[in-house]
Every structure is written in C-alpha cells, then in structure tokens.
C-alpha cells in the first residue's frame, strides 16, 4: 500500500474511534431519559460506520460499502431497535431517521473534502 493509502486509513480510523466512543458516551448518557432522545446517537452512527469500513481498505469502494451497511443498519435501529434492548422507540420516529441521514450526509461531505485535498493514492509520473 502507499502512503497516500495508509494515512487514508489511518485518518478514517481515527475519526471512526472519536465518533463511535462519542456516539457510545452520548448514547451512555441519554438512556436514562428515553428512546425519543437517542436522535443524536443515530447522528453519530451514520457518521461514524463509514469510516470504520473506509479504514479497511482506504478506498472510495470501502468507504460506499461503508455508506450502504450503515445505512441497514440505521434502518434496522428504526424500524426493529426497541427488540435490542431499547434502542430505539418502539414506534418509527422520524428525528431519528434524519438525523441518521444527516450523518450519512455529514460523512459523505468528509469524506469528499478529505479525497479532494489528500494526495493520490497511485504513484505520480513526473
């Protein structure tokens, strides 16, 4: 692998540890107040998961899997999160469905700013 690749997968990785322990400190702390507050958590998740795909293997193609497998899994939490223990209302709640997707959104946009300003990953002919 590069080094373009590596740091790639390195700044995703690290972005996936800061949001997810965010998302569990956050989500940590709101349970005691409800489901109908865990919007920010599912925030968190859509902009976090990506980048734990997109850390393994630094490419766009990693980082759309990533994009896809979040968002089953953000649409299993709505519709089927209060059978996992209370994860999520028992009925559909729609703050958490966009903040979901403006995680999703929220992680795109990252991903985009960082793929236009970090060097590329094949090696440049001069």
Not at 71 to 95: E, M
Not at 99 to 119: C, E, M
């Amino acid at each position: 692998m590069t080094t373009a690749t590596n740091q790639t997968r390195l700044f995703a990785l690290g972005l996936f540890a800061f949001l997810g322990s965010f998302a569990a400190i956050v989500w940590y702390l709101m349970r005691p107040y409800g489901t109908a507050y865990f919007f920010p958590v599912h925030f968190l998740i859509g902009a976090a998961l990506p980048f734990g795909f997109y850390a393994i293997g630094g490419t766009r193609l990693w980082f759309w899997i990533g994009i896809g497998v979040t968002a089953l899994v953000l649409l299993w939490f709505n519709f089927w999160g209060h059978d996992a223990n209370g994860a999520a209302p028992r009925l559909l709640d729609w703050t958490h469905f966009a903040a979901g997707a403006v995680g999703l959104v929220g992680a795109w946009a990252v991903q985009l700013v960082y793929r236009n300003v970090r060097p590329p990953h094949r090696p440049s002919v001069e």
